[in-house]
C-alpha cells in the first residue's frame, strides 16, 4: 500500500490556525479520494474532510463551519489540511487517508489507506 505520510501538527493557542500536510506516493492524490479523520482521546476516530480526485470536496459541517480547507497539489502528490480559528475541541490526532475513487466518502470503512496521524493541540 501506498505510504501517507501527515505532518504540520502541534500546539497552538485558541484561534489560531495550522496547515496539515499529507504526502504520498506519486500520482496517489491524483487518482484516489483523499480524506482527513480525527481521533481524541477516549472518542471514536470522526471524518472531517475529503477530496475527490475531481477535486470536490466534502467537510463535516458539524464542527468545521466554514473553518478547514482541504485542498491538494496533483504535481507534489500532497494533501493540505488548513485549519483555521481553532478551537481546545479540535484537539485530536489527524490522519490522512486514501479511499478508491468515487465521490469524497464521509466513512472511514471506504479509506482502506492511512497515515500514522499528527498530532494537534489547541489550548485556551
Known amino acids: 500500500q501506498a505510504q501517507l505520510v501527515e505532518s504540520g501538527g502541534g500546539s497552538v493557542q485558541v484561534g489560531d490556525s495550522l496547515k496539515l500536510s499529507c504526502t504520498t506516493p506519486?500520482?496517489?492524490?491524483?487518482?484516489?479520494?483523499m480524506g482527513w479523520f480525527r481521533q481524541a482521546p477516549g472518542k471514536e476516530r470522526e471524518f472531517v474532510a475529503a477530496?475527490?480526485?475531481?477535486?470536490?470536496?466534502?467537510y463535516n459541517e458539524d464542527f468545521v463551519q466554514g473553518r478547514f480547507l482541504i485542498s491538494k497539489d496533483n504535481v507534489k502528490s500532497t494533501v493540505y489540511l488548513q485549519m483555521n480559528r481553532l478551537k481546545p475541541e479540535d484537539t485530536a490526532v489527524y490522519y490522512c487517508?486514501?479511499?478508491?475513487?468515487?465521490?469524497?466518502?464521509?466513512?472511514?470503512?471506504?479509506?482502506?489507506?492511512w497515515g500514522q496521524g499528527t498530532q494537534v493541540t489547541v489550548s485556551s
Open positions: 487517508a486514501a479511499a478508491q475513487p468515487g465521490n469524497p466518502s464521509r466513512m472511514s470503512t471506504s479509506y482502506d489507506n
Open positions: 477530496i475527490a480526485r475531481s477535486g470536490h470536496t466534502a
Open positions: 506519486p500520482r496517489t492524490v491524483m487518482w484516489y479520494t
